[in-house]
């Protein structure tokens, strides 16, 4: 398996554009999760989703951000419109509960960077 | 509220000794605790695993214990080697992982 793949890599944008980042999970896997990583606040929770289905969208920041599943094999994050302060990278993670823990595999990560 | 602590200054030591880092926590009952390493540019890698039940885990030079009376867990890296610097998250899990800022560890040769 490739692991996690994520895409872009690096996204520059100016501010009001619309910014979709793209996730692909490992193949079996039933959870997937959304984080985001800046040096003040660390790797925070977005959002998860459990068998395609969003379970806990506590860490989405506001209205502007959106997340979608729309099958086991892919997911987006959705920015509109983009402001300075979401800079930061978005990583994409996925596990399998098949083992009772919780062990993430995390993608490279899409580094944004809002003008 | 809830929060993870884990040392914000970055740890320097001398290759071939044991680098010891610290994860504080206060408000959870977490089901386990989990280790991971980061390196520049990378998403975190997973390294190790252990369960409220448990005292101590390890894997090969990395040792991990998980005191839940002092809501503390202290990762151990011995005989360290450059190669072992890197950003080191402890996250605990009830429903999803939260993790904490992440330790520095810069291992001089």
């Known amino acids: 398996d490739a692991g996690v793949i994520q895409s872009p890599r690096h996204e520059v944008t100016e501010m009001g554009q619309e910014v979709t980042l793209r996730c692909k999970p490992i193949?079996?896997?039933?959870?997937l999760f959304w984080y985001r990583q800046t040096m003040m606040r660390g790797l925070e929770l977005l959002i998860y989703?459990?068998?395609?289905?969003?379970?806990?969208d506590s860490g989405m920041p506001e209205d502007r951000f959106s997340a979608k599943m729309p099958n086991a094999s892919f997911s987006t994050l959705k920015i509109q419109p983009s402001e300075p302060r979401d800079s930061a990278v978005y990583f994409c993670?996925?596990?399998?509960?098949?083992?009772?823990?919780?062990?993430?595999?995390f993608g490279a990560g899409s580094r944004l960077t809002v003008l | 509220s809830q929060k993870i602590e884990q040392n914000s200054e970055a740890l320097n030591i001398q290759e071939g000794k044991t680098a010891t880092l610290t994860c504080n926590y206060t408000n959870y009952s977490p089901a386990y605790l989990q280790w991971y390493r980061q390196d520049p540019g990378r998403g975190p890698v997973f390294l190790l695993l252990?369960?409220?039940?448990?005292k101590e885990k390890r894997k090969e030079r990395l040792k991990v214990t998980f005191d839940t009376t002092l809501k503390q867990s202290l990762f151990h890296i011995t005989a360290s080697q450059p190669a072992d610097s890197a950003t080191y998250l402890c996250?605990?899990?009830?429903?999803?992982?939260?993790f904490g800022s992440g330790t520095r560890l810069q291992v001089q040769p």
């Open positions: 989703f459990n068998n395609n289905v969003p379970i806990d």
């Open positions: 996250a605990l899990d009830r429903r999803a992982l939260t």
């Open positions: 993670a996925s596990s399998s509960q098949a083992s009772g823990a919780n062990v993430l595999t």
């Open positions: 193949s079996g896997h039933d959870y």
């Open positions: 252990i369960r409220e039940n448990e």
